[in-house]
């Protein structure tokens, strides 16, 4: 169609649509027509009017630019002309829309402009009774809103909304325009509100006026989906600012209900999918499921795909961007990382200057670049990130969007700090971290994580500067933040965390045991409430692994530290990730705490390989770097104490030198340069005694007097400095014990040992330590004191809520301890004080067993009942839950499974005050008849002598403790090495054994040949300390002549032993067998075991000897749960069988059974009564390994302590065969009513001698326990 063909269709009213060619050539005809009188120009005004009104509507109905283009031409000529009246208003309102679509279309102000001028025009020109004058009003409204959007202006905020109330003023009430002004006016309102919080939009209405619009609008309104999109983002604003979660989840639920009704070129269906995914991601960040977060992906990814290329690409990109980031942090793949930092770029590179959404997009984008630099990508991002955040906020054009970016800033600052240690680094984070929390409103999830940024810095400013007000605060932000989230979600488990770590700091500083305990707790319940593959939960299980080493410092309890390297293990983290090696670090820290408690060379030489790791990892952090060579120093040390080494001492030394040297360098703080000084001391201490140079002695002085003043009176961390500096000072008064070097050692010492905020261990150390200078003085009355006090902290030391295994390492720190107070009370003329420190200070383990016995009547009955639930919870050992080889299995330890022994053991001091419920001291019981200790000390060496009350010492002047342990060394290497030397051997051990310690204690007790014919033999019960505990004195004396020489202790009297006093008082009172039946078990073959091919046929001559009805229990049907449930009712029981000794777990000692072993610790809950006999037929059940023979943790004390009277056991292994010709010499020994079984055991063992004498590896293993 011809221009003039359409132009005459225009002026009759009947054009039809056409292309934009036509109209295009229809304007040029018009602009050209330049009529000069009026009705001719009102004419052309009207048909240009009427050409801009038919090019909106085809725009409006099939789109087009070309289209837009000439509805603006021709709205504009129309207006140059200057129109009046309605042909005024009806052309400025078009312009007004079609200006409005065109900056909808390319974003620019100047459209947005001339679209809101236009509109303004048609708001003032609308005749007051045009029906449709309220939506004239609104659409002025709306482009005044968006101009205030893109601009930041308050003010036309505020306009927005005035016009808004206007043109809701002027709907009639039948408008079907009032619903959609209704949910227009809500949305001035919010956004409003939310770049002015003072002016206090009130969510309730908001919501009531959009859920009154949405009731308004029927299915097919055009501005229902818009709607929808409005109340659910006012719903999350509910959420953002009050955390209502129920509010969230109707906001996701409205907005799936609208997205799949719209069309795909729905103009809000971009929109809709945007804010579902942002609802999504916080839905997801509240708790829900990982669903609603890959949802929130692919809404994203349909509309970036399906707008490509177009203005609102921005948008979907911005979105998806977050949401993939968000994505990356739940599940931890590269791949969302990387896709998330390219979504985040585009939205930033398509936002304008000025655009409203150009900060979030930064501040995406920013957090993206932070998490790629933790993950060692390129060093620069950093950088670049906080140039973007500084950007963002000074670009915000809300409040809400500057706090997100000043949080960004705040941790991103934090990071650049720890790589950098410039303080202005950390001082700008500060300000960028308070000026977040004061802009968030009270109590909302915002506020709740800005307040935990804030709390990490002050933290990390205390670590750094030693601040203790930043401390203070810190607890209080973590506690406020912990407060504002909600149970359950991520920021939840977040906000435990950074109260657990400033608890943590809290504990380091005053010692308040109940900060530690609430530390572990949060840290616990943190990365127990993170899911798998959240980027977090590594951090989360690096602070749990770091608390539960700070608690074994504090109480020893080595299941914290076996779940600690477990989880220390499995969080390393990949090589690159700038947070390995702080993890490696602590995974070093903790080897070396496993090493020291229990020996382990596979935990000492893994932790020299990560702490090297750390070391090489962290070369450009002169912060961190310091406390990484100190751990390394520290590694290299430990394994010099255990292979002696010199070039691990050399290392030890280069490396702790290196570390002070970085330290300076790095301006650590006081208490952390104190640590680096004082473990550098040790090392110089052994460089010093291995090459004599003095200058290494000076070098340990210096640097232990110097890590002591640099830590004030009280802190936590001094106690072991003095222990340090005293140890250097007692080296340099070697020779001098009474000059002012062993003056100041000594002050040390007490001073440590007096120290209350230091471990219970670490003061009784200092103590015995203090004691042994004091000794060298001559000063007993103070070594006297200082050794009470270390034997009185022995029940902090191996506390009840120590697992056994614990307990040992513990005790085993502060061996001789008893003995050495024991010798200083005898030199002060004291031998019942002398055994009653004794009892004290050994078998602690065992007295705490005994405790758990029932005394009948000692309580009231209610009590007596908690009591008894107690002890069934704190007789049963925990065994150890990890060793070096353990692998990081895909389910973590986090349970605590001392969790219920800790609260027993806290209830159990709570009801009985700590007293033991059995009496710890002498009289000794009548039928054990002569107790003698036999005491080793470095000190000195007695045997204490006791019959009732009575009490004496007896000097032993030929003993030392270097004798004693050789004699215990020599036995142990015999009996192992088994050949033609070992009777020789054992014997010359039992004659000098003789002439040093058992015949001056027979003669001094007037036993000095066998008694006449006719005459009771008389009884000693001895109590061997230290090395002598792995003796059998009872075999003392000389084997090469007749065997009725006399020469031993055998041929003068019956021998039993105890491990206590205490325990033949508990044996004493223990009820008397009352016709039970015998428990006779053999075993031939158990796992992993050689066969005993006589075990059986051994606990058949057992019944056959007794007389007892029945049958052994053998073989298959000797399991452990058949034997534990027939021990209750059986007075004797007998085991034929292999049993096994663990050095280092003594509690592990075990008799081997069918099915597997029958440990110690699985006894420790038993309490029999009418228990007669236990004879443990087997392989060393008296011997519970050399490391800690005070405690005598070995089968044959455990079957004393669930209610044997008697038990017979074996110092070293026995054959099979042998054993089965002991047993049928000893049981019809035993069946004479007339003899005890000490006497019985006696006999049978002389005889044995007799026809063997030169062999005591036959005959000189079996020992009776009991009275």
């Known amino acids: 169609m011809e221009a003039y063909a359409y132009l005459a269709l225009l002026r009759a009213?009947?054009?039809?649509?056409?292309?934009?060619?036509?109209?295009?050539?229809?304007?040029?005809?018009?602009?050209?027509?330049?009529?000069?009188?009026?009705?001719?120009?009102?004419?052309?005004?009207?048909?240009?009017?009427?050409?801009?009104?038919?090019?909106?509507?085809?725009?409006?109905?099939?789109?087009?630019?070309?289209?837009?283009?000439?509805?603006?031409?021709?709205?504009?000529?129309?207006?140059?002309?200057?129109?009046?009246?309605?042909?005024?208003?009806?052309?400025?309102?078009?312009?007004?829309?079609?200006?409005?679509?065109?900056?909808?279309?390319?974003?620019?102000?100047?459209?947005?402009?001339?679209?809101?001028?236009?509109?303004?025009?048609?708001?003032?020109?609308?005749?007051?009774?045009?029906p449709d004058r309220c939506a004239v009003l609104l659409n002025h409204a709306v482009l005044v809103h968006r101009r205030g959007l893109g601009s930041g202006s308050g003010a036309d905020l505020e306009d927005a909304v005035r016009l808004g109330r206007a043109a809701l003023a002027a709907a009639p009430q039948n408008s079907p325009h009032l619903a959609t002004i209704r949910s227009s006016l809500a949305a001035f309102e919010r956004n409003l509100a939310s770049r002015a919080a003072a002016s206090g939009a009130?969510?309730?209405?908001?919501?009531?006026?959009?859920?009154?619009?949405?009731?308004?609008?029927?299915?097919?309104?055009?501005?229902?989906?818009?709607?929808?999109?409005?109340?659910?983002?006012?719903?999350?604003?509910?959420?953002?600012?009050?955390?209502?979660?129920?509010?969230?989840?109707?906001?996701?639920?409205?907005?799936?209900?609208?997205?799949?009704?719209?069309?795909?070129?729905?103009?809000?269906?971009?929109r809709i999918a945007g804010e579902l995914a942002v609802l999504l991601v916080e839905h997801h960040r509240a708790g829900a499921d990982d669903a609603a977060l890959d949802e929130a992906v692919t809404l994203t990814q349909a509309a970036a795909t399906a707008l490509d290329g177009h203005p609102a690409l921005f948008g979907a990109a911005a979105n998806l961007g977050a949401a993939l980031h968000e994505r990356y942090r739940r599940h931890g793949r590269r791949p969302d990382l990387t896709a998330a930092g390219r979504w985040c770029s585009t939205a930033v590179r398509l936002a304008r200057e000025g655009d409203p959404g150009r900060a979030p997009a930064l501040v995406n984008l920013a957090a993206v670049q932070v998490s790629e630099s933790v993950l060692g990508a390129d060093p620069e991002l950093l950088g670049t990130a906080v140039v973007q955040l500084r950007a963002a906020v000074a670009s915000a054009a809300t409040d809400a969007v500057r706090a997100d970016a000043r949080a960004g800033l705040a941790l991103a600052l934090q990071r650049v700090f720890l790589a950098s240690g410039r303080s202005r680094d950390l001082a700008?984070?500060?300000?960028?971290?308070?000026?977040?929390?004061?802009?968030?409103?009270?109590?909302?999830?915002?506020?709740?994580?800005?307040?935990?940024?804030?709390?990490?810095?002050?933290?990390?400013?205390?670590?750094?500067?030693?601040?203790?007000?930043?401390?203070?605060?810190?607890?209080?932000?973590?506690?406020?933040?912990?407060?504002?989230?909600?149970?359950?979600?991520?920021?939840?488990?977040?906000?435990?965390?950074?109260?657990?770590?400033?608890?943590?700091?809290?504990?380091?500083?005053?010692?308040?045991?109940?900060?530690?305990?609430?530390?572990?707790?949060?840290?616990r319940e943190a990365a127990r409430s993170t899911p798998e593959g959240a980027t977090d939960r590594p951090g989360l299980l690096h602070n749990l692994a770091n608390a539960l080493r700070v608690r074994f410092e504090s109480d020893r309890e080595l299941a914290d530290l076996d779940q600690a390297?477990?989880?220390?293990?499995?969080?390393?983290?990949?090589?690159?990730?700038?947070?390995?090696?702080?993890?490696?670090?602590?995974?070093?820290?903790?080897?070396?705490?496993?090493?020291?408690?229990?020996?382990?060379?596979?935990?000492?030489?893994?932790?020299?390989?990560?702490?090297?790791?750390?070391?090489?990892?962290?070369?450009?952090?002169?912060?961190?770097?310091?406390?990484?060579?100190?751990?390394?120093?520290?590694?290299?040390?430990?394994?010099?104490?255990?292979?002696?080494?010199?070039?691990?001492?050399?290392?030890?030394?280069?490396?702790?030198?290196?570390?002070?040297?970085?330290?300076?360098?790095?301006?650590?703080?006081?208490?952390?340069?104190?640590?680096?000084?004082?473990?550098?001391?040790?090392?110089?201490?052994?460089?010093?005694?291995?090459?004599?140079?003095?200058?290494?002695?000076?070098?340990?002085?210096?640097?232990?007097?110097?890590?002591?003043?640099?830590?004030?009176?009280?802190?936590?961390?001094?106690?072991?400095?003095?222990?340090?500096?005293?140890?250097?000072?007692?080296?340099?008064?070697?020779?001098?014990?009474?000059?002012?070097?062993?003056?100041?050692a000594v002050r040390a010492y007490a001073q440590c040992a007096a120290a209350e905020t230091a471990t219970p261990l670490w003061r009784a150390a200092a103590a015995q330590s203090q004691a042994a200078c004091e000794v060298r003085r001559d000063r007993w009355q103070a070594a006297d004191a200082a050794l009470s006090g270390a034997v009185g902290l022995l029940p902090r030391v191996a506390h009840r809520a120590l697992a056994r295994v614990s307990g040992q390492a513990q005790l085993r720190r502060l061996a001789g301890l008893g003995s050495d107070a024991a010798a200083v009370a005898v030199e002060l003329g004291?031998?019942?004080?002398?055994?009653?420190?004794?009892?004290?200070?050994?078998?602690?383990?065992?007295?705490?067993?005994?405790?758990?016995?029932?005394?009948?009547?000692?309580?009231?009955?209610?009590?007596?009942?908690?009591?008894?639930?107690?002890?069934?919870?704190?007789?049963?050992?925990?065994?150890?839950?990890?060793?070096?080889?353990?692998?990081?299995?895909?389910?973590?330890?986090?349970?605590?499974?001392?969790?219920?022994?800790?609260?027993?053991?806290?209830?159990?001091?709570?009801?009985?005050?700590g007293r033991p419920r059995v009496a710890a001291a002498v009289p000794v019981a009548d039928g054990a008849g002569v107790l003698v200790a036999v005491n080793v000390s470095r000190h000195r060496c007695d045997a204490l002598m006791a019959r009732g009350t009575d009490v004496r010492a007896l000097p032993l002047p030929d003993l030392d403790f270097a004798k004693a342990a050789g004699w215990a060394t020599a036995v142990l290497d015999a009996v192992r090495d088994d050949d033609w030397t070992t009777a020789g051997r054992l014997r010359t051990v039992l004659a000098e054994l003789w002439e040093d310690v058992t015949e001056p204690v027979l003669r001094a007790l007037g036993l000095t040949g066998p008694p006449p014919p006719g005459q009771p033999w008389p009884r000693i019960t001895w109590m061997p300390t230290g090395p002598l505990a792995l003796l059998p004195l009872h075999a003392a004396g000389h084997h090469d002549g007749p065997a009725d020489a006399g020469s031993s202790?055998?041929?003068?009297?019956?021998?039993?032993?105890?491990?206590?006093?205490?325990?033949?008082?508990?044996?004493?009172?223990?009820?008397?067998?009352?016709?039970?039946?015998?428990?006779?078990?053999?075993?031939?073959?158990?796992?992993?075991?050689?066969?005993?091919?006589?075990?059986?046929?051994?606990?058949?001559?057992?019944?056959?000897?007794?007389?007892?009805?029945?049958?052994?229990?053998?073989?298959?049907?000797?399991?452990?749960?058949?034997?534990l449930a027939a021990l209750p009712g059986s007075d004797w029981a007998h085991f034929a069988c292999h049993s096994v000794t663990d050095p280092a777990d003594p509690s592990a000692g075990a008799l081997l059974l069918h099915d597997g072993p029958l440990r110690i610790?699985?006894?420790?809950?038993?309490?029999?009564?009418?228990?007669?006999l236990a004879y443990l037929s087997s392989c060393s059940s008296a011997f519970g390994g050399a490391g800690l023979p005070d405690e005598s943790l070995h089968i044959a004390a455990a079957f004393q302590l669930i209610?044997?009277?008697?038990?017979?056991?074996?110092?070293?292994?026995?054959?099979?065969?042998?054993?089965?010709?002991?047993?049928?010499?000893?049981?019809?020994?035993?069946?004479?009513?007339?003899?005890?079984?000490?006497?019985?055991?006696?006999?049978?063992?002389?005889?044995?001698?007799?026809?063997?004498?030169?062999?005591?590896?036959?005959?000189?293993?079996?020992?009776?326990?009991?009275?």
């Open 830 to 913: 004291d031998p019942p004080r002398a055994l009653a420190l004794l009892e004290q200070a050994r078998g602690v383990l065992l007295g705490q067993g005994l405790d758990y016995r029932t005394e009948p009547g000692a309580y009231p009955a209610a009590v007596a009942d908690e009591l008894d639930r107690l002890r069934r919870v704190l007789s049963i050992d925990v065994p150890p839950a990890g060793s070096s080889g353990d692998e990081p299995g895909a389910g973590l330890p986090l349970a605590d499974p001392l969790a219920p022994r800790r609260d027993a053991a806290r209830a159990w001091e709570a009801l009985t005050g």
């Open 428 to 523: 700008a984070a500060l300000v960028a971290a308070r000026r977040a929390v004061r802009s968030a409103a009270p109590g909302s999830p915002r506020r709740a994580r800005f307040l935990g940024i804030l709390c990490s810095l002050l933290r990390t400013r205390y670590e750094t500067a030693g601040r203790e007000a930043d401390l203070a605060r810190a607890v209080e932000l973590a506690d406020e933040a912990l407060a504002a989230s909600r149970p359950g979600s991520r920021e939840a488990a977040r906000h435990a965390s950074l109260l657990g770590l400033a608890l943590m700091r809290r504990f380091d500083r005053n010692g308040a045991e109940e900060d530690l305990t609430a530390a572990v707790a949060l840290a």
């Open 565 to 744: 390297v477990t989880l220390a293990r499995a969080v390393a983290g990949p090589t690159g990730d700038v947070r390995r090696p702080r993890r490696l670090a602590n995974l070093g820290a903790l080897l070396v705490r496993r090493f020291e408690a229990t020996g382990d060379r596979r935990d000492i030489d893994e932790a020299i390989e990560v702490n090297r790791q750390a070391v090489e990892a962290s070369t450009g952090t002169p912060l961190t770097l310091p406390g990484y060579l100190s751990d390394l120093a520290l590694s290299y040390f430990r394994r010099y104490e255990l292979l002696e080494e010199p070039g691990d001492l050399a290392a030890a030394v280069d490396t702790g030198r290196v570390c002070l040297s970085a330290a300076a360098a790095a301006g650590a703080t006081a208490a952390d340069l104190a640590g680096f000084r004082s473990n550098t001391v040790a090392p110089l201490l052994a460089l010093h005694a291995s090459q004599g140079r003095d200058e290494d002695l000076a070098e340990a002085l210096r640097l232990g007097q110097a890590a002591v003043d640099g830590v004030p009176a009280g802190h936590p961390g001094r106690a072991p400095f003095l222990l340090n500096l005293a140890r250097a000072l007692d080296r340099a008064a070697a020779g001098l014990p009474h000059g002012p070097m062993a003056e100041r």
């Open 1049 to 1123: 202790v055998m041929d003068r009297a019956v021998s039993s032993y105890t491990p206590t006093a205490r325990i033949l008082r508990y044996a004493d009172g223990r009820p008397a067998a009352g016709g039970g039946r015998l428990l006779a078990v053999g075993v031939t073959q158990a796992p992993g075991a050689r066969r005993l091919e006589h075990a059986v046929p051994e606990a058949h001559a057992v019944h056959r000897l007794l007389g007892r009805p029945g049958s052994p229990c053998a073989d298959r049907d000797a399991t452990r749960a058949a034997v």
């Open 1161 to 1172: 610790r699985d006894l420790a809950d038993g309490d029999l009564t009418g228990a007669h």
């Open 1203 to 1267: 209610g044997f009277r008697h038990v017979i056991g074996t110092l070293w292994p026995v054959g099979d065969q042998w054993s089965l010709e002991v047993a049928e010499r000893l049981y019809p020994l035993l069946a004479d009513d007339r003899r005890t079984p000490a006497d019985a055991l006696h006999r049978a063992v002389r005889e044995l001698r007799r026809r063997y004498p030169a062999n005591p590896r036959l005959w000189a293993s079996h020992l009776h326990f009991g009275r």
């Open 13 to 130: 009213g009947r054009a039809p649509e056409a292309d934009a060619d036509l109209l295009l050539r229809t304007l040029a005809l018009l602009e050209r027509a330049r009529p000069g009188e009026e009705p001719a120009r009102t004419h052309r005004v009207a048909l240009l009017a009427e050409l801009a009104r038919v090019a909106l509507n085809a725009f409006q109905r099939r789109g087009g630019a070309d289209m837009l283009r000439v509805s603006v031409a021709a709205g504009r000529a129309a207006l140059a002309c200057g129109p009046t009246g309605p042909l005024r208003f009806a052309t400025s309102n078009n312009l007004a829309l079609a200006l409005k679509a065109v900056a909808e279309g390319t974003g620019d102000a100047g459209d947005l402009e001339g679209a809101v001028e236009a509109a303004r025009e048609a708001a003032r020109t609308v005749p007051l009774d045009d």
């Open 202 to 270: 009130d969510h309730d209405r908001l919501l009531g006026e959009l859920r009154q619009a949405l009731r308004e609008m029927p299915r097919e309104h055009p501005d229902r989906a818009l709607t929808q999109w409005r109340l659910a983002a006012a719903l999350g604003d509910l959420h953002r600012t009050g955390g209502d979660t129920a509010a969230l989840r109707e906001a996701v639920g409205i907005l799936r209900t609208a997205l799949p009704l719209l069309p795909d070129d729905h103009p809000d269906r971009a």
